[in-house]
């Protein structure tokens, strides 16, 4: 009981640098950048608001936009296992580029991995 929740152990503004951070490399990653837009500001903008949720922080994400449903949400973007792939390696550099480390990062990579490989929603062969 009275555990700081994820998002506590974080911050906001270590999680803010972090989304920034990660959009930076996305938006340059040859898999990836041809599946987002241009303009990554909104993106990240909602992206802030979900991890804050998912970290265990107040549900912004839900507040604004409904029900998460996030694989739902990514059926419109073809995802292969090695876009997956991509994004968690843009991750976890940005995740060193602002020195998030330790226990809490291990354990949020470790979530991400999952859900990352749950919005896997094509293979290769059929892109
Ligand atoms: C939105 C790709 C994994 C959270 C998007 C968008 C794309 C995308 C193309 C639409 C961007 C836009 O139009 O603004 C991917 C790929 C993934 C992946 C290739 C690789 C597995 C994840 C994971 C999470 C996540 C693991 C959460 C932990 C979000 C959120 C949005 C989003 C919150 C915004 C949804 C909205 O429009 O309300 N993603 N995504 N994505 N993604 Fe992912």
Redo the contacts with the bound molecule.
């Keep these: 009981e009275n555990e700081a929740t994820p998002f506590e152990r974080i911050g906001e503004e270590k999680l803010s640098m972090l989304v920034d951070a990660f959009y930076h490399r996305i938006g340059r990653h040859p898999d990836?950048m041809e599946?987002?837009?241009d303009d990554l500001t909104?993106?990240a903008r909602?992206?802030k608001q979900?991890l804050t949720q998912?970290l265990g922080g107040p549900p912004l994400?839900t507040e604004e936009?409904g029900h998460p449903m996030?694989r739902a949400?990514?059926l419109p973007?073809p995802?292969t296992p090695k876009?997956?792939q991509s994004?968690l390696e843009c991750m976890s550099e940005a995740m060193d580029e602002v020195g998030l480390d330790g226990p809490v990062q291990e354990e949020f990579f470790s979530r991400?991995i999952l859900?990352?490989r749950h919005?896997?929603n094509i293979s290769e062969e059929e892109l």
């Design positions: 990836l599946i987002f837009p909104e993106t909602k992206q979900f998912y994400y936009h996030m949400r990514h973007h995802i876009r997956a994004w991400l859900t990352a919005m896997v």
